[in-house]
């Protein structure tokens, strides 16, 4: 099945003499249950692109479908409703509540789509995580490698259709890094999640099972089964 579609997506940000088209007539189709990596230069689209596909920006033009499901077109209330039942999010800063304990982190996703706030389930997604013994920290207490594994059950906890990882490792030393890329290597091999990371970083690249490269807002090319060498 797809999970994620772009049909001639553009983005242009400003208007009168000076508008910058961050995304230029961008196409493609990802399977369900693959890990992509989006690669880029600064400026490229990158995060123009992560924007438009999760839903957190409308494009200028063009359609975006997650799981069949048209994020384009509609109204706010129905985007916010879509994003938080369907999509997660993971972030080069975390974004972790910090008032709030693990546990209620890892809760909060199913509190706003409106499900049960199912304790058991979040307990054994963080337990998968490593993290079954911090369930009553808060983030300040954790290390940059945990709040980001605490960032990764937050956006498993609701089977989202997809997840969108900006940046994911950009903050973490070598080691946290190759923690957080197999966790959501195995999200991806084990329970069939789709995630879509971008990132500059051709060791966290080389975790994905392909790698999309942007150049000045199009799709410049790809690559099936990069590894660290290949990519960079
Ligand atoms: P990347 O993530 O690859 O660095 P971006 O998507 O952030 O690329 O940016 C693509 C282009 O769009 C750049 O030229 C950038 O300056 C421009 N851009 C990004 N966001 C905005 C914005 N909010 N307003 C105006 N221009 C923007
Ligand atoms: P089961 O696989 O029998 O549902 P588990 O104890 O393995 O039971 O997981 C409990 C719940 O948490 C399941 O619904 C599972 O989908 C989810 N889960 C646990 N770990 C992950 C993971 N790494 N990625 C996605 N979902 C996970």
Redesign the pocket.
């Not at 880029?40 to 924007?51: E, V, Y």
């Given at each position: 099945a797809e999970a994620l579609r772009l049909v001639q997506v553009s983005k242009t940000?400003?208007t009168g003499d000076n508008p910058?088209r961050?995304?230029d007539d961008v196409s493609l189709s990802l399977a369900a249950g693959t890990f992509t990596a989006i690669m880029?230069?600064?400026?490229?689209?990158?995060?123009?692109?992560?924007?438009c596909a999760a839903g957190l920006d409308q494009p200028t033009a063009g359609r975006v479908f997650i799981d069949g499901a048209e994020l384009t077109g509609g109204s706010e209330t129905a985007l916010t409703k879509f994003r938080r039942q369907r999509i997660g999010f993971i972030f080069q800063q975390f974004n972790l509540l910090p008032t709030l304990t693990v546990l209620q982190n890892v809760t909060l996703p199913l509190r706003l789509a409106g499900k049960r706030a199912d304790r058991k389930r979040a307990i054994a997604i963080l337990e998968r995580v490593g993290l079954g013994d911090r369930i009553g920290h808060r983030p300040a207490e954790l290390s940059g490698g945990q709040q980001q594994r605490v960032a990764i059950a937050r956006a498993l906890v609701t089977n989202p259709s997809a997840i969108f990882a900006d940046e994911p490792t950009g903050a973490l030393d070598s080691r946290s890094a190759r923690t957080v890329l197999s966790l959501l290597a195995e999200a991806v091999r084990e329970f069939g999640q789709t995630v879509v990371m971008?990132t500059h970083d051709p060791v966290a690249a080389s975790y994905a099972d392909s790698v999309i490269f942007?150049a000045d807002?199009r799709i410049a090319g790809s690559l099936d089964r990069p590894t660290a060498e290949t990519v960079a």
């Open positions: 940000y400003g910058v961050a995304l880029g230069p600064s400026g490229s689209g990158k995060s123009t692109f992560l924007q971008v942007l807002g």
